[in-house]
T-cell receptor, first 115, second 114 residues
Framework: NAGVTQTPKFQVLKTGQSMTLQCAQD?????MSWYRQDPGMGLRLIHY???????DQGEVPNGYNVSRSTTEDFPLRLLSAAPSQTSVYFC??????????????FGQGTRLTVV | AQKITQTQPGMFVQEKEAVTLDCTYD???????LFWYKQPSSGEMIFLIY??????QNATEGRYSLNFQKARKSANLVISASQLGDSAMYFC???????????FGRGTSLIVHP
């Protein structure tokens, strides 16, 4: 059972380049999200999705786009990379239970450096 | 205002002793869930424990327990009999109401000394 798979694990970009971080889950979870982790800031929510075709902004959405055409995939696009986007990015998925939700299942993370 | 506050940037504990990591939260929802995650130096996020707002008993998972004080809006993680492998970052998180997307605190770095 693969769980949540993120690719790539490491990436170096030049300022102004664009790229897509891939996230796929094989657990049929409705909810998917992208976070960025910076030292001393914890995990901050970038964008999230509550189902295929539905996305919304989180706390720090600027400079990022998402789409969710299938339940399994939730790619994160950096439109024009900036050094401020140097961070570790995590994708997560979860599902609802009667009376509450589950924990978020995380991918292994992508370490992105923008030079 | 922060939804999740972890006031201890760093904590130190002796091996085999217990340690409490603090977490306070802010929500006006009656239904919510609280989580703790561990992030070792390898970077992966490991789910430890969950407490629902309507759960009357404090959650426990092996050496981990969650000291849930609803009136004080606190959800402290207690690790009993610390081990060297417990050295890691620990994050408290909350999901509110009908949202299944958790909000995270800034984390506490725990170092276990031999």
């Amino acid at each position: 059972n693969a769980g949540v798979t993120q690719t790539p694990k490491f990436q170096v970009l030049k300022t102004g380049q664009s790229m897509t971080l891939q996230c796929a889950q094989d657990m049929n979870h409705e909810y998917m999200s992208w976070y960025r982790q910076d030292p001393g800031m914890g995990l901050r929510l970038i964008h999230y999705s509550v189902g295929a075709g539905i996305t919304d902004q989180g706390e720090v959405p600027n400079g990022y786009n998402v789409s969710r055409s299938t339940t399994e995939d939730f790619p994160l696009r950096l439109l024009s990379a900036a050094p401020s986007q140097t961070s570790v990015y995590f994708c997560a998925s979860s599902y609802s239970l009667e009376g509450g939700g589950t924990e978020a299942f995380f991918g292994q993370g992508t370490r992105l450096t923008v030079v | 205002a922060q939804k999740i506050t972890q006031t201890q940037p760093g904590m130190f504990v002796q091996e085999k002793e217990a340690v409490t990591l603090d977490c306070t939260y802010d929500t006006s929802d009656q239904s919510y869930g609280l989580f703790w995650y561990k992030q070792p130096s390898s970077g992966e996020m490991i789910f430890l424990i969950y407490q629902g707002s309507y759960d009357e008993q404090n959650a426990t998972e092996g050496r981990y327990s969650l000291n849930f004080q609803k009136a004080r809006k606190s959800a402290n993680l207690v690790i009993s009999a610390s081990q060297l492998g417990d050295s890691a970052m620990y994050f408290c998180a909350m999901r509110e109401g009908g949202s299944y997307i958790p909000t995270f605190g800034r984390g506490t770095s725990l170092i276990v000394h031999p």
